[in-house]
């Protein structure tokens, strides 16, 4: 089941932040999801996908940022594998972006979906992120 978190808004700031992450087997759902935001959100969104032939144009507003992380360019942490592992970019970039994010008295609305939930990078990076948010003191959901 992917991973949802959101946070209650405040006055000071109306705008929403969003992190979204999925892999190609996600992309109908990212897809809805940001026909779905309101024109003021902004963060980011990453999709990992196999190859370059799967990167497309996303319905994005345009303060949000779609990164691409396409695994056939990217060295594995396993010493096995050709390129990344299924999830294994995904993972990184999620805590990358909770690290950077999810501090202490941060004012914003903030909205995470994490999709790829057949990976266990990604099945660790969301208990990252859960952890992260439960420090910088935001209540977490999961849906």
Known sequence: MPYRCDMARTRRQPSERILIAGGA?????????LEELPENA????FVEVAVQEQVRILPAPPRITVTWLVRSTR???????VFADHGEVLAQAVT???AEWCVA???PR??????????PWVERARSVVQI????????????
């Not at 902004?42 to 969104?45: I, L, N, R, S, T």
């Open 110 to 119: 903030t909205s995470v979906w994490i999709g790829c939930t057949d990976s």
């Open 96 to 98: 990358g972006w909770a």
């Open 25 to 33: 087997e996600d992309l109908v759902e990212i897809h809805r999801l």
């Open 132 to 143: 992260e948010l439960a420090d910088a003191g935001f209540d977490t959901l999961i849906g």
């Open 42 to 45: 902004y963060g980011q969104v």
């Open 75 to 81: 060295e594995s942490a396993v010493a096995s594998l």
């Open 105 to 107: 008295d941060c004012e």
